[in-house]
T-cell receptor, first 116, second 115 residues
Framework: AQKITQTQPGMFVQEKEAVTLDCTYD???????LFWYKQPSSGEMIFLIY??????QNATEGRYSLNFQKARKSANLVISASQLGDSAMYFC?????????????FGQGTELSVKP | GAGVSQSPRYKVAKRGQDVALRCDPI?????LFWYQQALGQGPEFLTY????????KSGLPSDRFFAERPEGSVSTLKIQRTQQEDSAVYLC?????????????FGPGTRLTVL
């Protein structure tokens, strides 16, 4: 069975510092995609970054980077230079490429609080 | 351009009532997904449409849940005889193609409270 595990229910970070949010995944498929979404209090899921299972380089999008360690089955999100607006829930998700209709499998989420 | 919209944003129902939740995907998007997000949890998949065809409904929790997308655009999630455990945020997402590489764009969700 496919599963995403986020072991940090809540994290605090000082403004302008970097923070790492942990994500591990479990699948026997070789082809999959890993995603990170941000969910502010307004409720909408905002796509942040994507990593394909065959991508050799870690994905980066502005202040977001994904630390992909395939052998460990981990896909941690690194946010550099945290801003107050980064305070939100963060979800790691996985999508299988060849079956199950492309649905996303989400973790439990990590609530990030950025302190001024 | 307009994103995914959902209505109503908030719905309060008495136990046993039927409810209908609407999703307007981004125009032209082929794929449409429904997810259920309980308080403090990550979203869980309910069902998937490719155009008007419902290709996966494995996540629907019971036969009280029914979804349709008759013309391949707007979708409605219907819950019959609502129960308290149905209280959750219902998220709709659409994506332009049918491939798993396509980004899913989410709507703001409908928060359902069953009393």
């Amino acid at each position: 069975a496919q599963k995403i595990t986020q072991t940090q229910p809540g994290m605090f970070v000082q403004e302008k510092e970097a923070v790492t949010l942990d994500c591990t995944y479990d699948t026997s498929d070789q082809s999959y995609g890993l995603f990170w979404y941000k969910q502010p209090s307004s409720g909408e899921m905002i796509f942040l970054i994507y990593q394909g299972s065959y991508d050799e380089q870690n994905a980066t999008e502005g202040r977001y980077s994904l630390n992909f360690q395939k052998a460990r089955k981990s896909a941690n999100l690194v946010i550099s230079a945290s801003q107050l607006g980064d305070s939100a829930m963060y979800f790691c998700a996985m999508r299988l490429i060849y079956n199950q209709g492309g649905k996303l499998i989400f973790g439990q989420g990590t609530e990030l609080s950025v302190k001024p | 351009g307009a994103g995914v919209s959902q209505s109503p944003r908030y719905k309060v129902a008495k136990r046993g009532q039927d409810v209908a939740l609407r999703c307007d995907p981004i125009s032209g998007h082929v794929s449409l997904f429904w997810y259920q997000q309980a308080l403090g949890q990550g979203p869980e998949f309910l069902t998937y449409f490719q155009n008007e065809a419902q290709l996966d409904k494995s996540g629907l929790p019971s036969d009280r849940f029914f979804a349709e997308r008759p013309e391949g655009s707007v979708s409605t999630l219907k819950i019959q005889r609502t129960q308290q455990e149905d209280s959750a945020v219902y998220l709709c997402a659409s994506s332009p193609g049918q491939g798993a590489f396509d980004e899913q764009f989410f709507g703001p969700g409908t928060r359902l409270t069953v009393l």
